[in-house]
């Protein structure tokens, strides 16, 4: 009943920008806080980027504050995520999560099955 889809990724270079995208099915994250996280080789999945239901609040990693934006269409049911100058370090499988609640005060409770990011320097 619940099914995230996420596109875009991809292999750039170091500096390059993505814009990521994750589409919700039917009214799956009506009044929810979403988000995007990652997960590297050999690492446990990461948070990276988080918008509340109303679209105006944010909350960012340390590691990508002011490189990435996360944003939200909810009229087509649908998160973003650009990623502008990419570094290695941000070489992940990059997922969208459903939070349990509007706000940023939530966590997620599910995840898509995820985007491959390879950023070569």
């Known amino acids: 009943q619940v099914e995230l889809v996420e596109s875009g990724g991809g292999l750039v270079q170091a500096g390059d920008s993505l814009r990521l995208s994750c589409v919700a099915s039917g009214r799956s994250v009506t009044y929810r806080a979403m988000g995007w996280f990652r997960q590297a080789p050999g690492k446990e999945r990461e948070f990276v980027a988080a918008?509340?239901?109303?679209?105006?609040?944010?909350r960012y990693a340390d590691s990508v504050k002011g490189r990435f934006t996360i944003s939200r269409d909810n009229s087509k049911g649908a998160i973003d995520l650009q990623m502008n100058s990419l570094k290695p370090e941000d070489t992940a499988v990059y997922s969208c999560?459903?939070?349990?609640?509007?706000?940023?005060?939530?966590?997620?409770?599910?995840w898509g099955q995820g985007t491959q990011v390879t950023v070569s320097s």
């Open positions: 918008i509340n239901w109303n679209g105006d609040d944010t």
């Open positions: 999560g459903r939070f349990s609640g509007p706000t940023l005060a939530s966590s997620a409770d599910y």
